[in-house]
């Protein structure tokens, strides 16, 4: 148990230096314009998979959460002016909200009806931005970026390592959850909610810790997107395809441990990145859909069902019988 | 605001034919996720896919609705594909069918907005046909007849559809595998056949109404995102499975959309009806208009 533990920790600190230096280095921009995405694509992945993953409750609000922690930001930048480490607290603290509101009044519901009501969300979430003019309305608003803080060159590469410092942060939690009691809490109840409540298990209040949490890391990987884009505007901040790329990701990857969302996460953006480079833009949602669907049919336990598959028969060639 | 009892009565109105439209965009949803219980996430995105074939079939000058009629076979074979699929991947293996089959459905979702996207290009489509564009004028109000055309085409949809349903002995054999599996198992029935065929006709049903969405407004590819509300909306408000209570909730639904739109403006439709599914599945989740 230690020892897994410190080597996490390791690998912890060992990401946040590697992004650190490469955001030091004279690397090409558009590594970081791209692995910024990435690493916001783990984010979301982990943070869906604390709620979809360990409890079975298929969460379709990213792009509410996401969204509302963007607009977060930008209306404290824009009214006072706020550091970004002041917008991401405050992101985190609205969306963290938003996700025990959410929580409360949803997930009472099983299955597809809280799936249903937590894309409500997203609509009312969207239509009400869509309303209030001091953030731009409908049409969206331009966004002032300030001059990025004094090691970093230029501002996406500071995005980029604040990213990968939230990617981590986000990975610890969902790995605490993973094997503290909370997370055992949780996969008794996707088992099976009557067993768990008969048990003793406190399934309302789990699932509501895990529903803030989520939402609070999906509102926080929000919460740089009008800075990284240099725009705010509502059809794209609320956009369904956070939803979906935040489930595919962790259903690609494998929602049993907290290694698969971010696995799935790389490999979809990754192929994503690549595809809308060489071919085009729309092709690279055709991706998701297409690797969604494939994974969900053929590997439903993901990449880590895949390597744990193989695993498994590697050591029954290996072993005398 | 400006409130004028008038403006009421046109809403109304309005919404009435709207709600009549609603309700055939939902009717497919009714029957699939309604009675089968198949989260079925990519009804809207199979409707806008019906109403671009209708569209390509309007190049050749058919009139939309009877292009919709003539696209309910093929959309019914479709169905029953989708269904046998999905039941041997996720039903048949039983387990954790919940999360991988919604996931499922909204890759499929995906997959069809952005072939139509490939094929058609973003632009918005539109049929001609001599009943869209003009109006009918009653005493002071402007009726478009191509809201009367979808509201006629609904009522006939859910009317044959209850009929089917109610009269006929496979319609019966539905009904009976959604309210009890097992026991239609124990009748010597398979309940996966009638299942296959329900789905079919559902899956026919929403080629027709996705002739009567382009009738109804142009449609582009991503369209269907919208109607992932409306149509929940109108089938959870119903009660699930319950057509007459499918028309009924499209009929409050196009109501409460209408009266929005015209006193607080076009910005706040869209919430309505994912405010109004909220409040339903907060205070009564089994529906208005429970079977």
């Known amino acids: ?321 | 605001m400006i409130f004028s009892f008038e403006l009421l009565y046109e809403a109304i109105v309005f919404g009435i034919l709207l709600g009549g439209f609603y309700a055939a965009v939902s009717l497919g949803l009714s029957v699939a996720f309604g009675l089968l219980d198949v989260p079925h996430v990519a009804h809207p995105a199979v409707m806008v896919l019906g109403a671009y074939c209708t569209y390509l079939l309007g190049t050749y000058g058919w009139d939309p609705i009877l292009a919709g009629i003539a696209l309910m076979p093929p959309f019914f074979l479709l169905g029953i594909a989708l269904y046998r699929f999905y039941y041997e991947t996720f039903e048949k293996r039983g387990s954790d069918a919940g999360v991988r089959g919604i996931a499922f459905f909204f890759g499929i979702a995906f997959i069809i907005e952005v072939s139509l996207i490939l094929v058609f290009s973003v632009d918005q489509r539109l049929v001609e046909a001599d009943y869209i564009g003009k109006s009918l004028t009653i005493g002071e109000m402007r009726v478009p007849l191509r809201m009367l055309v979808a509201f006629g085409v609904a009522l006939a949809i859910s009317a044959s559809l209850m009929l089917y349903l109610s009269k006929t002995f496979t319609g019966r054999a539905i009904k009976a595998v959604a309210q009890d599996e097992l026991a239609l198992r124990l009748m010597g029935a398979d309940p996966v056949r009638i299942k296959q065929w329900a789905f079919g006709i559902a899956t026919a049903v929403t080629a027709l109404a996705g002739a009567v969405l382009i009738v109804v407004g142009p449609v582009e590819p991503m369209l269907d995102r919208v109607y992932i509300g409306r149509t929940f909306c109108v089938v959870v408000l119903a009660g699930l499975g319950s057509m007459s209570g499918t028309v009924a909730a499209g009929l409050i639904l196009g109501v409460a959309e209408s009266i929005v739109l015209m006193h607080f403006g076009a910005s706040w439709a869209p919430a309505v009806a994912f405010g109004l599914l909220l409040l339903v599945l907060a205070i009564r989740p089994q529906g208005l208009f429970a079977r």
């Open chain 1, 1 to 321: 148990m230690t020892r897994r533990f410190s080597r996490f920790w390791i690998g912890a600190a060992a990401t946040v230096v590697l992004a650190a230096m490469l955001a030091l280095s004279g690397m090409n921009e558009y590594f970081f314009f791209a692995g910024y995405v990435v690493l916001q694509f783990v984010v979301l992945a982990t943070a869906w998979n604390m709620l979809g993953g360990y409890a079975g409750y298929v969460n379709f609000g990213t792009a509410a959460f996401f969204g509302i922690g963007a607009y977060t930001a930008f209306a404290l930048f824009k009214s006072l002016g706020a550091p970004l480490l002041v917008q991401f607290a405050a992101a985190a603290a609205v969306t963290g909200l938003l996700g025990f509101g959410t929580g409360l009044m949803t997930l009472r519901l099983r299955g597809i009806f809280f799936s249903i009501a937590t894309i409500a969300v997203i609509f009312i979430a969207e239509t009400l931005m869509m309303n209030w003019r001091y953030v731009g309305g409908a049409a969206g608003l331009p966004v002032l970026r300030p001059l990025p803080q004094a090691p970093f060159e230029t501002y996406t590469r500071m995005l980029f390592f604040i990213m990968a410092v939230l990617a981590v942060v986000a990975v610890s939690i969902a790995r605490y959850i993973e094997i503290s009691w909370v997370g055992r809490g949780l996969r008794a109840l996707r088992d099976s909610e009557e067993a768990a409540e008969c048990s003793g298990v406190p399934t309302l209040r789990l699932k509501l810790f895990a529903c803030t949490v989520s939402g609070a890391l999906m509102g926080t990987a929000g919460a740089s997107m009008p800075m990284y884009q240099s725009f705010l505007e509502p059809a794209s901040s609320f956009s369904l395809n956070y939803s979906v790329m935040a489930l595919a990701g962790a259903i690609i990857g494998g929602t049993s441990h907290w290694l698969g969302p971010v696995l799935g996460a790389i490999l979809l953006t990754s192929v994503q990145q690549i595809v809308t480079v060489t071919i085009s833009s729309e092709i690279n949602v055709l991706v998701v859909g297409v690797l969604l669907v494939v994974f969900v049919v053929a590997a439903p336990d993901g990449i880590l069902g895949l390597l744990g598959k193989l695993r498994r028969r590697r050591a029954a060639a290996g072993s005398p019988s």
